[in-house]
């Protein structure tokens, strides 16, 4: 948790350097002159910060082990991307806005407060316009997952014109060297992120090379894919995921990640896949012999990172698949009590079961293992786990599952006392 909140304290900074570097050298009093200049100089300042998140945005994206490890897991680094984009975008966009308020209010009046045919409102123009667009593009349309993807790539050519537009306005950022020094770092920073993992990653980022060698469909919405080696195999702990990407026509191209559902202790790799959308509802589809690159692993979701060896494992749906490479290599570890409630929407899709009743059965005081079906109990619930356990504070939570389930395990196991650190999910959405 304290790293987790680094990260961010480190994000705010980020956003806060500029301003403050700003404010340093004009002067606090020359910004608060009169309600014209207030209104302005708001603008000026979202311009600051919103610029500086931009930039530093790429660089979030860049899916590198340490920023894995500065944020806490590689889900909050992809959902503090989302909201700092977010963040960037609305502070950008007000900067146009408050800045003409600021200056119509004053003596320039509304017809005046610009040249608007100049390079330097031109490039304004240009760049607000397409980050509009790409932002509703990425962030409030429902497009598929290919395109969605050709999007959030665009983001980053918008970098050079904000930059362009930032030194052609001739303001703050030329006339204060520390802030030109500031930016020119994040910007260089933030475009050769870009480019490293979406221009050039076929040629920068490590991925190993597998090829299909069996598809199993377990049900009609359910698959399980395994891979063989064509080189040095990938190393990866239970509960971790990697990028996973096929080379076969019909098959998304696009890398998507999958949690490992086998133990490490092999060449090949599993993994056990539910239908979501188009993309994964072809992967049943995949023949022998089809490559597919890994990139990982990633991930922090493993029982052992947990110092109390009691634990819950709570999965839901596809979220088994984790729990699954937990379980294949949890034998002998008989110093945990892990108490295991699988959720399903029904007995029949409880197809994984009896691998976990095997585990239970090996190591009975150890490991316990029940399953929630939602048509016949409903959803797995701090009711149940109350019935369940002797005193829900003795342990911890390990979550996986559809993003509304986490959520509501989580609220509900607060309210109920359990520690916020106490409960552990992993939940990666792109």
């Given amino acids: 948790m304290l790293i987790h909140a680094s990260g961010r304290l480190l994000l705010g900074l980020v956003a806060l350097i500029p301003v403050a570097l700003w404010l340093y050298h004009v002067g606090l009093a020359s910004v608060t002159t009169n309600t014209s200049v207030v209104v302005a100089s708001v603008g000026k300042a979202t311009a600051l910060s919103g610029l500086a998140l931009y930039l530093v945005n790429p660089i979030l994206s860049m899916r590198s082990p340490w920023l894995e490890k500065l944020f806490g897991g590689l889900d909050h680094v992809y959902s503090l991307h989302k909201s700092t984009g977010k963040a960037a975008f609305y502070l950008i966009l007000l900067h146009p806005f408050a800045l003409g308020i600021g200056r119509s209010i004053g003596p320039l009046g509304f017809t005046t407060i610009w040249n608007w045919w100049s390079l330097l409102i031109i490039t304004g123009i240009i760049s607000l316009l397409a980050l509009i667009i790409l932002t509703g593009l990425a962030i409030y349309s429902h497009i598929k997952h290919q395109k969605w993807v050709k999007v959030h790539k665009a983001f980053g050519w918008l970098i050079p014109l904000f930059m362009v537009h930032g030194l052609i306005a001739g303001g703050q950022i030329m006339q204060i060297t520390p802030l030109l020094v500031f930016y020119i770092v994040l910007a260089t920073g933030g475009f050769t992120a870009f480019l490293y993992r979406s221009v050039f990653s076929r040629f920068f980022v490590h991925r190993h090379v597998y090829e299909v060698a069996e598809v199993n469909q377990f049900l009609e919405n359910v698959v399980e894919i395994v891979l063989k080696p064509k080189g040095v195999p990938l190393t990866f702990t239970p509960g971790q995921f990697a990028f996973v990407s096929f080379e076969q026509n019909g098959i998304d191209s696009e890398a998507h990640p999958y949690s490992f559902s086998n133990a490490p202790n092999g060449p090949y790799i599993r993994f056990t896949v539910k239908s979501l959308g188009d993309d994964t509802s072809m992967l049943k589809h995949l023949k022998k012999g089809t490559k597919a690159y890994l990139e990982g692993p990633?991930?922090?979701?493993?029982?052992?990172?947990?110092?109390?060896?009691?634990?819950?494992?709570?999965?839901?749906?596809?979220?088994?698949?984790?729990?699954?490479?937990?379980?294949?290599?949890?034998?002998?570890?008989?110093?945990?009590?892990?108490?295991?409630?699988?959720?399903?929407?029904?007995?029949?899709?409880?197809?994984?079961?009896?691998?976990?009743?095997?585990?239970?059965?090996?190591?009975?005081?150890?490991?316990?293992?029940?399953?929630?079906?939602?048509?016949?109990?409903?959803?797995?619930?701090?009711?149940?786990?109350?019935?369940?356990?002797?005193?829900?504070?003795?342990?911890?939570?390990?979550?996986?599952?559809?993003?509304?389930?986490?959520?509501?395990?989580?609220?509900?196991?607060?309210?109920?006392?359990?520690?916020?650190?106490?409960?552990?999910?992993?939940?990666?959405?792109?």
């Avoid at 110092?307 to 945990?336: D, E």
């Fill in 298 to 430: 990633f991930g922090r979701f493993d029982y052992r990172r947990v110092k109390n060896h009691k634990q819950v494992w709570i999965a839901g749906g596809v979220g088994i698949t984790p729990f699954l490479s937990m379980a294949r290599s949890f034998s002998g570890r008989s110093h945990y009590d892990i108490r295991f409630f699988y959720g399903t929407e029904s007995l029949e899709e409880a197809v994984f079961l009896q691998e976990f009743i095997d585990v239970a059965r090996t190591v009975p005081e150890n490991f316990d293992t029940r399953v929630v079906a939602k048509n016949l109990s409903g959803f797995v619930s701090v009711d149940l786990l109350k019935n369940s356990l002797p005193k829900l504070e003795e342990y911890d939570y390990m979550i996986c599952g559809p993003p509304g389930m986490m959520g509501a395990l989580k609220r509900q196991l607060t309210d109920a006392g359990v520690p916020l650190a106490q409960i552990h999910n992993e939940a990666f959405s792109m």
